[in-house]
């Protein structure tokens, strides 16, 4: 039997933050991961992190403050959990401090537009997300177990030399815990707890390649492992949205087990968040990429007719699709203005010709037969298309007012007088099977301020600490900005820390 003080279950953002920080105090730390890489889909992310009223912001001249982003949160969450929400607030720029006074880490603004017109929110974003980074300037330990971006791991491709965004997010986090005694264990799939007399979880059962093992944690143990976004059972239980291969978590992970092992001790649950939405740009092994950043083309369902702005943030458009069934999938319509590429950022797009010979997409010379390729109404579609047309020229979508928002024009470019809106008009057309992917759910184990598990009286379960998408999101259903996914990963992963180090 192995012996820590702290065991960490999984390997994203916040699990490598929390283990960073426990080795660094001197804890004898373990990092649980699954499968043979490590990262998840942090990896896969651009590295943004939500972590507001930093020294980051503060040097790049942001109007940004803890104030602001209370006001911010206070404008876009739905019946919010004050004390959890203060907390990732307060914490926030002491995290950032702790994590930049370490020579492994180096954080930067980037520009990315937040993700609702309110209170509080910063022109172009007050996301930050470490700097690049070389994968030789790291332990080499770290090169050979990080996971490769989303378009190399899904094409069987190795990653980068150059680590950027997630992938510099993983590195560092990991070079940290590694120099610093630590111990990254992969192929260890958790699949209980062990609790001592008294009730205290104590430790971790988990299967190996060569078997069942135990492994105690004296001090905690911080389940940070993804949500159940990769099993279509517990999506179906949970009334989530979507499909399993659909996700963008890695294939064969985030099937919920570990949620399940906690409430088999008594931990309490919340499925009500659902899950990080996006429109997915259907691949033709049936898989769905994250896709953002719609530039020009426009989105209809079955009807032939456009549902809403597509030039919405990913999440909100996401759920825009899941508001009624018949919008999955959709079909996205562009014309040959980019030279026949998808007018977004698709990760991955995949090849156009690959693409147009499974059908998922379709190419015609014209509207009427484009329709009628995919099924569609060729009325519909054409009176579509001439409406958004008009709309282009005129600058204004009277249906949806795209192009009205700072998010809107953020990706875009081509369109006069909107930037947002750019006509349809030239052939050859065609439209691009689309369904509703996600970057996890959110939904799971209910925590309190610090971090530590409940159980259904609302009392702390000793030593049974949560974080990341293995939890009910501080956000709810909302999703406020850039890295708000790792921002509050990251922070209620180090308040773990810091009450396990406390003793309490």
């Not at 971006?149 to 030399?161: K, N």
């Not at 949205?241 to 919920?256: C, D, I, K, L, S």
């Not at 006509?423 to 971090?451: H, I, M």
């Not at 956000?475 to 308040?495: E, I, K």
């Amino acid at each position: 039997m192995s012996a820590y003080d702290v065991i960490v279950v999984g390997s994203g953002g916040g699990a490598l933050t929390g283990a960073a920080l426990a080795a660094k105090a001197g804890l004898r730390t373990a990092v649980l991961e699954r499968t043979p890489l490590i990262g998840g889909t942090s990896a896969y992310s651009g590295g943004a992190c939500w972590l507001p009223g930093s020294a980051v912001q503060q040097r790049a001249g942001l109007p940004d403050s803890t104030e602001g982003a209370r006001a911010y949160l206070a404008a876009v969450l739905d019946s919010p959990d004050d004390a959890r929400v203060e907390a990732l607030l307060a914490q926030a720029p002491r995290l950032v401090a702790a994590l930049e006074a370490d020579e492994l880490m180096d954080f930067e603004w980037i520009p990315f537009s937040e993700y609702y017109d309110a209170p509080g929110r910063v022109p172009m974003g007050r996301s930050i997300q470490p700097s690049a980074i070389r994968r030789d300037a790291l332990d080499p330990r770290v090169g050979a177990l990080l996971r490769p971006p989303v378009e190399r791991d899904r094409a069987g491709q190795p990653g980068r030399s150059t680590l950027s965004g997630g992938q510099a997010l993983i590195g560092r986090l990991a070079a940290m815990v590694l120099r610093d005694g630590g111990e990254v264990l992969v192929e260890h799939h958790v699949t209980g707890f062990v609790r001592d007399d008294t009730g205290r979880v104590v430790g971790v059962r988990a299967e190996t390649p060569g078997g069942p093992v135990e492994l105690t944690a004296d001090r905690g143990v911080l389940v940070a492992a993804g949500g159940f976004e990769g099993s279509p059972e517990r999506r179906t239980a949970h009334g989530t949205p979507g499909r399993a291969e659909w996700t963008m978590a890695p294939r064969g992970t985030n099937t919920g087990e570990v949620i399940d092992a906690a409430a088999e001790v008594g931990a309490a649950t919340d499925f009500s968040g659902e899950g990080w939405f996006c429109p997915g740009l259907l691949q033709p092994d049936g898989s769905g990429t994250f896709t953002l950043g719609f530039r020009g083309g426009l989105m209809v369902d079955q009807h032939g007719e456009r549902y809403g702005n597509e030039c919405l943030p990913y999440d909100r458009f996401g759920r825009v699709m899941a508001a009624a069934p018949e919008r999955t999938p959709s079909w996205f319509v562009f014309d040959a203005r980019e030279g026949g590429r998808l007018p977004a950022i698709a990760m991955p797009e995949g090849d156009p010709a690959e693409h147009l010979a499974a059908g998922t997409w379709v190419q015609a010379d014209t509207i009427e037969a484009l329709a009628e390729a995919c099924g569609l109404d060729p009325v519909a579609l054409v009176a579509t298309v001439e409406r958004f047309n008009g709309f282009a020229a005129s600058g204004v979508d009277e249906d949806f007012g795209r192009g009205t928002d700072e998010y809107d024009t953020f990706f875009a470019s081509a369109g006069s007088p909107n930037k947002a809106l750019v006509p349809l008009d030239t052939p050859p057309y065609v439209a691009a099977r689309f369904v509703l992917s996600d970057l996890g759910t959110k939904g799971g184990l209910v925590t309190d301020a610090a971090a530590r598990v409940l159980d259904e009286a609302g009392t702390p379960i000793p030593g049974l600490y949560a974080a990341s998408n293995s939890t009910a999101s501080v956000f709810g259903s909302s999703y406020p900005g850039p890295g708000a996914p790792l921002g509050a990963a990251m922070t209620f992963a180090s308040l773990a820390v810091e009450d396990l180090l406390s003793g309490s």
